[in-house]
């Protein structure tokens, strides 16, 4: 049976492959031009393959496709931003109380990182507050259970399906809900439940849809129900299915949540292993914040302060050695010339599927100084990318055009329209963070015993140890992530 999902998964996999040539590059001059060249576009036909409910921002074209932008920029417009700042702040202040409650050990960093991601999802997009003692959504999550006839609650519809992507993206649905494992079970009541959930909120959306347009604080939801819906005050909106309502609300979230909890779990792992960027960020968070209490922190003000100091400077450089996207796909759709970062020129033929290789586009040591570290020394570290990871970089006035070189979240008219949501979101979530707390690397007493008593030949041999599993266990996915225990402290400031 397993053989014959694998064999299945493939057979539907292969419905999304193009036929043609094949480009591969991390040159990043490369790069800009397919993000932005008018006759490269985006495979759409490989990207279907996120279309568990209908047509999304992600797999279409043309006017189609700017019709799906509108709708989701709507969503996620500047208005939103407050809250992100808001929601991350307190969520991340009531995960300190929870790992307080804990033991403050950090044994799986994703596994609290992922679940903050969808907190503050949940109330951005659904204003669903999700509470971090009970692992159950409040009140208005029971009502909606009782309302919607699901089996699961909200929340634990929406993180088994997240959890779950894969299997959902690649097995057909009777099959799904056929097959006789538990994954295959739990995926097809998630999904069945989820779309219940989204079918009942859009519904009370689309009920008070007249008053939408002068709602102040809508939700995400809300936003892309108006904007993708006729009303009175805007006849000539393009209508938008049900079905397309709920797969760009799905597609957003999927891809708000996977990156900002993965960067955030690589950000705290990164952090410990190098706990000098810690302190920069503390003595930055101190200069900035003050003694002010979090919720006068302001996004207007310290928001840009701190995304341009060793906050802004860390995260950066958490995207560069650890972009959860590895590859981004664009096709050649005419027949074009191209110019690489040498100046050599490349005639690129029509129906050419290219990929960009971020992992190398953004490690490649002829752009990115790799530190002074011996060849030797990086064998013995397993040549991780955690050896080069370096936010100074990011301070030093004298480098130019960055954006030429670097851009995770994409480029030209189809970059990440959540950019400025995750931006915010991290900064608030490590400024509360750090703001409080510190981030130590467990030492074991077995360990400090071999090391006859001696704690920090202890802690250089488990920092070694931390940088090695940085590459070794580190796998991939949708994208990619660190799953395995690596166990970290949280301690509170002096």
């Not at 996120?50 to 989701?72: A, L, N, Q």
């Not at 971020?358 to 002829?366: K, M, R, V």
């Not at 008219?413 to 995750?422: N, V, Y």
């Amino acid at each position: 049976m397993a053989q014959k999902l694998q064999s299945g998964a493939i057979d539907r996999l292969s419905e999304f492959l193009l036929p043609g040539n094949l480009l591969w590059t991390c040159d990043p001059v490369i790069i800009k031009q397919l993000f932005t060249l008018p006759n490269v576009q985006v495979p759409v036909k490989m990207l279907k393959l996120y279309d568990i409910w209908g047509p999304t921002i992600g797999s279409v074209e043309g006017e189609e496709w700017k019709t799906h932008r509108k709708v989701v920029t709507y969503g996620l417009n500047p208005s939103t931003q407050l809250s992100v700042w808001k929601e991350s702040i307190h969520q991340t202040r009531t995960l300190i109380d929870r790992w307080a409650d804990d033991g403050s050990v950090l044994t799986v960093a994703k596994y609290w990182t992922s679940r903050l991601a969808l907190h503050v999802i949940a109330s951005i997009f659904f204003d669903m507050k999700l509470d971090w003692r009970e692992y159950t959504a409040q009140d208005k999550a029971s009502n909606l259970l009782s309302e919607c006839g699901c089996r699961i609650s909200f929340e634990s519809a929406l993180f088994t399906v997240l959890a779950r992507m894969g299997l959902i993206f690649m097995v057909p649905r009777f099959l799904l809900r056929t097959l006789p494992f538990k994954a295959c079970q739990e995926a097809h009541i998630a999904l069945t439940d989820w779309t219940k959930y989204m079918q009942n909120l859009r519904q009370k959306a689309a009920e008070k849809i007249d008053r939408l347009a002068t709602k102040k604080g809508k939700t995400i939801l809300e936003s892309i129900v108006l904007a993708g819906t006729p009303t009175s005050s805007s006849p000539n909106t393009r209508p938008l299915s049900e079905e397309s309502m709920l797969g760009n609300i799905w597609f957003t979230l999927m891809a708000g949540h996977e990156t900002a909890g993965n960067t955030l779990a690589f950000a705290l792992l990164l952090l410990a292993i190098y706990p000098e960027h810690q302190l920069a960020i503390q003595k930055q968070l101190d200069a900035q914040l003050g003694s002010r209490p979090s919720d006068e922190w302001s996004m207007e003000q310290d928001f840009p302060a701190l995304q341009k100091g060793h906050l802004g400077a860390v995260l950066k450089e958490v995207l560069r050695t650890y972009n959860v996207i590895q590859f981004f796909f664009r096709l050649v759709a005419a027949a074009t010339t191209m110019v690489d970062s040498s100046g050599q020129k490349h005639d690129v033929p029509t129906n050419t599927l290219c990929a960009l290789n971020y992992a190398a586009a953004f490690q490649n040591p002829a752009t990115w100084a790799p530190k002074n570290v011996s060849e030797a020394r990086r064998a013995e570290l397993h040549h991780s990318p955690a050896i080069d990871f370096d936010p100074s970089r990011w301070l030093d006035e004298s480098v130019k055009d960055e954006d030429l070189i670097f851009f995770p979240f994409g480029n030209g008219p189809r970059k990440c329209p959540g950019m400025p949501f995750a931006q915010v979101e991290m900064v608030a979530v490590l400024a509360t963070l750090f703001k409080e707390c510190s981030l130590e690397l467990m030492v074991t007493e077995d360990l400090v015993q071999t090391c006859n008593g001696d704690r920090n030949m202890a802690w250089e041999k488990t920092r070694d140890e931390a940088i090695r599993r940085m590459k070794d266990d580190v796998g991939a996915n949708l994208t990619i992530q660190m799953l395995k225990e690596l166990p970290i402290l949280l301690l509170k400031r002096k």
